[in-house]
Each structure stands twice: as structure tokens, then as C-alpha cells.
């Protein structure tokens, strides 16, 4: 049993003091906007509307983004290079073009690992989606449920990933919390799903997982080379971190599927969960 831990920032993990812009912000009422110009790299804006990347090597560090597009930032198929850093990406509840709801904080559709890190992120359905990417040091928190065009529930997750991709997906250091009720669309802290394709090469390192129907799905069958270690299943929605458990779609005969040193708040070591 390892010694309890009471909140994420209280035991070393971010929250709103250590993730956001650290400098003083310019008002940028630009709407939605499109960026073209590779190396382009945006900092101090206080930008009121998204990001949408057709270039490559673009930085977005020490801003804010609030948003009422399905994406606060989005990196279009065929574009590399991306990085958001020390930013706060969020959006306005009831606004947003999927029947008043938000989608994706930062969703990479290029063919190529981004890094998103010490960033301040809400709202979002799906804040962080995508397949091959580095997310370190980030604060998801306080996702809001929305009906879709469609009158259901949309999905939440704080990390999602959906399978099928080349490159590796490392999550690591970050607070992932989905509060959202299950009944109102919940999904996980972190959900790898293999929706198009076989989940592969992902590494989920020492983070605080709280919330979802289950805190992780961890890629079902068929995935490989998934590490989870190290990291701190959160009691504080669920007595199990996630409604009905810590974690499921657990491959434990995949080759390179790793789980050890995973625990909860209250100290109590989490086994792997029964092969799926």
C-alpha cells in the first residue's frame, strides 16, 4: 500500500498553478481562424475563436484559446510539427456547432507525433484526440455533457484515441478527470479504442486518471505494446475511479503490454484488469 494522496496538485500533479499561459495576454477577437504559413508560431494572444493548422512547424505557446468551433486547435491530414505549450484551451458551453456542444480541445489529423504540453484545458467532449502524439504535463478538467445533433449523449473522454495509427501515443504527468456522468455520455480519463484500427504503442505514465464510466479502456483485444504504469486512479467520483472500475479492454496477453506500479488515491495497489 502506498501513502494516500489527497488532490493532483497537492501530490505533485498539474493543475490550474502550474499549466497555462505565463505571460501577460493581448486580446485577439479574430473568429475562427486558419493558419497557413509554416513556422508560424503564435504567442500571448488571448484569441477568441479556433485554430485551424495547414502548415507545418507551428507553435501556439502562452495563450488562450476560447472557442465555439468542434476544435479549439486542429492539425489538418498532410501538416507535421505541431506544438501547443503553457496554453489554456477552452470553449463556451452551448455554443458550439454539434447541437450547442464542443468536440476536441486538440485532435491531430496529421501523419505525425505533436506535443501538447503544461496546457489548461475544459470544456471539450473529447479534449485531447488523437492517435500518435506527446501529452505531458496538461489539466483536463470539467468536460461538459452535451446532447449531439442526433438527440444522444456525445461521448466524453479526456484522451481519446481511436486506433490504427504508426506512431506512438505518450500520455504522461498529466490530471485527466472527466466528471461527467455516465448516464449523461461519461467514457474514461483515457480511452483507447480501436475504432479504426488496432491499438498500438501507447505509454500511460504516471498520471491522475479520475472519472468515466471506467478512468482507461485500455485498447481490447488485439493491442500490443500498451505500458501503463505508474499511475494514480483517483477516488475522488467513483470509490473505483471510474463508475464501474479502474480500467477495462485489457489485452494481457498482447505482446509488450505492460502494467505495473498502478494504484489508487487511498494508497490500494489496481491489478490488471481480466483479460477482455
Known amino acids: 500500500t502506498a501513502p494516500a494522496c489527497t488532490s493532483p496538485g497537492t501530490c505533485g500533479f498539474p493543475d490550474a498553478r502550474t499549466t497555462g499561459p505565463r505571460v501577460e495576454l493581448e486580446r485577439h477577437d479574430t473568429g475562427n481562424m486558419s493558419v497557413k504559413q509554416d513556422g508560424t508560431v503564435i504567442k500571448g494572444w488571448d484569441i477568441r475563436g479556433s485554430l485551424d493548422v495547414y502548415a507545418n512547424d507551428v507553435t501556439v505557446i502562452d495563450s488562450r484559446i476560447t472557442s465555439t468551433n468542434w476544435w479549439g486547435i486542429n492539425l489538418r491530414p498532410g501538416y507535421t510539427g505541431l506544438k501547443v505549450l503553457h496554453t489554456t484551451i477552452t470553449a463556451v458551453p452551448g455554443k458550439g456547432p454539434d447541437n450547442g456542444g464542443v468536440n476536441y480541445a486538440v485532435s491531430n489529423m496529421g501523419g505525425s507525433s505533436i506535443e501538447v504540453g503544461w496546457c489548461d484545458i475544459s470544456v471539450f467532449g473529447n479534449a485531447?484526440?488523437?492517435?500518435?502524439?506527446?501529452?505531458?504535463?496538461?489539466?483536463?478538467?470539467?468536460?461538459?455533457?452535451?446532447?449531439?445533433?442526433?438527440?444522444?449523449?456525445?461521448?466524453?473522454?479526456?484522451?481519446?484515441?481511436?486506433?490504427?495509427?504508426?506512431?506512438?501515443?505518450?500520455?504522461?504527468?498529466?490530471?485527466?478527470?472527466?466528471?461527467?456522468?455516465?448516464?449523461?455520455?461519461?467514457?474514461?480519463?483515457?480511452?483507447?479504442?480501436?475504432?479504426?484500427?488496432?491499438?498500438?504503442?501507447?505509454?500511460?505514465?504516471?498520471?491522475?486518471?479520475?472519472?468515466?464510466?471506467?478512468?482507461?479502456?485500455?485498447?481490447?483485444?488485439?493491442?500490443?505494446?500498451?505500458?501503463?504504469?505508474?499511475?494514480?486512479?483517483?477516488?475522488?467520483?467513483?470509490?473505483?475511479?471510474?463508475?464501474?472500475?479502474?480500467?477495462?479492454?485489457?489485452?494481457?496477453?498482447?505482446?509488450?503490454n505492460v502494467w505495473k506500479g498502478n494504484r489508487m488515491s487511498d494508497g490500494r495497489p489496481v491489478e490488471p484488469p481480466p483479460a477482455s
Do not use: C
Open 128 to 256: 485531447l484526440s488523437m492517435g500518435q502524439g506527446d501529452l505531458h504535463d496538461n489539466y483536463v478538467h470539467d468536460i461538459v455533457a452535451f446532447r449531439n445533433q442526433g438527440g444522444e449523449w456525445q461521448h466524453t473522454d479526456a484522451v481519446i484515441s481511436g486506433g490504427g495509427n504508426k506512431g506512438r501515443l505518450t500520455i504522461r504527468r498529466n490530471t485527466l478527470l472527466n466528471s461527467t456522468a455516465v448516464d449523461k455520455g461519461a467514457t474514461a480519463a483515457v480511452g483507447l479504442f480501436a475504432d479504426t484500427g488496432v491499438v498500438s504503442s501507447v505509454v500511460v505514465d504516471g498520471n491522475w486518471l479520475a472519472g468515466g464510466a471506467y478512468a482507461l479502456y485500455g485498447g481490447g483485444p488485439g493491442a500490443t505494446g500498451i505500458q501503463v504504469t505508474n499511475n494514480v486512479f483517483s477516488t475522488q467520483y467513483h470509490p473505483a475511479a471510474g463508475a464501474y472500475g479502474a480500467a477495462t479492454a485489457w489485452n494481457a496477453a498482447g505482446a509488450g
